[in-house]
């Protein structure tokens, strides 16, 4: 059952280090294709008009009781999360880099051309939608080891400290950090619970469907 995975899965094409800057072409490509498609997921959500991921609200919450922009807390929140990285023995990687340069491209394209359903029920469908792309995408660029971004790099870290099982530790970190941004006083959302909730159990499908299709 994926709900129960704890590890992420080594595949054929999966980089045997993490610290690997000339990996296989097979390797860059899923990793390129599954940050794609997390950027893709990214930008839905935020098209879907339903409510911002967790993590922006908290940097909204933040910024309301702070002189500092949302754009700085969000930079300075993902540095505070690289730190964390250290005692959880997580390394940086490739796909650390290109975490943030092709999920921000995809945010931007989606934003200026995937147009917002005037229907709600059509939002909340495309709200849906984009956090289990958001997991898919995960959990593919994840299987090569080329690295995580900081919110992940926080969850397999803790994942491995724990034992316990992915969408746990997942699902727990964004409830926590949505419960600290709404208590805040950051914005929540419907489209913002479906992410808190759903996007440990997307990311845990995401890995179990990977091993299995390249088992």
């Known amino acids: 059952m994926f709900l129960k995975i704890k590890n992420i899965p080594k595949v054929n094409w999966s980089s045997e280090k993490t610290y690997n800057f000339k990996p296989r072409f ?48 969000t930079f300075l929140i993902s540095v505070s999360v690289l730190i964390l990285w250290i005692p959880l023995g997580q390394k940086p990687g490739m796909a650390t880099i290109l975490n943030a340069l092709i999920i921000a491209l995809m945010i931007d394209l989606c934003i200026k051309f995937v147009p917002t359903p005037s229907n709600y029920y059509n939002q909340l469908i495309l709200a849906i939608v984009s956090v289990i792309i958001v997991g898919i995408g995960g959990g593919i660029y994840l299987v090569s080891n080329l690295g995580a971004g900081p919110r992940d790099g926080l969850m397999v870290g803790l994942q491995k400290k724990t034992n316990l099982p992915i969408a746990l530790v997942r699902g727990t970190l964004e409830i926590t950090v949505v419960t600290i941004g709404w208590y805040l006083g950051g914005t929540v959302g419907i489209g913002t619970l479906l992410f808190a909730f759903g996007i440990g159990p997307c990311v845990a499908l ?8 390249f088992d």
Not at 32 to 61: D, H, K, N, R, Y
Not at 206 to 213: H, N, S
């Open 26 to 73: 097979s390797t860059l490509f899923f990793c390129c294709f599954g940050l794609m498609l997390f950027g893709l997921g990214e930008g839905l959500l935020i098209v879907s008009i339903t409510g911002a991921s967790p993590w922006s609200v908290l940097a909204q919450g933040i910024s309301l009781n702070v002189n500092l922009s949302i754009g700085m807390i």
């Open 206 to 213: 995401g890995l179990y469907l990977v091993d299995k299709l």
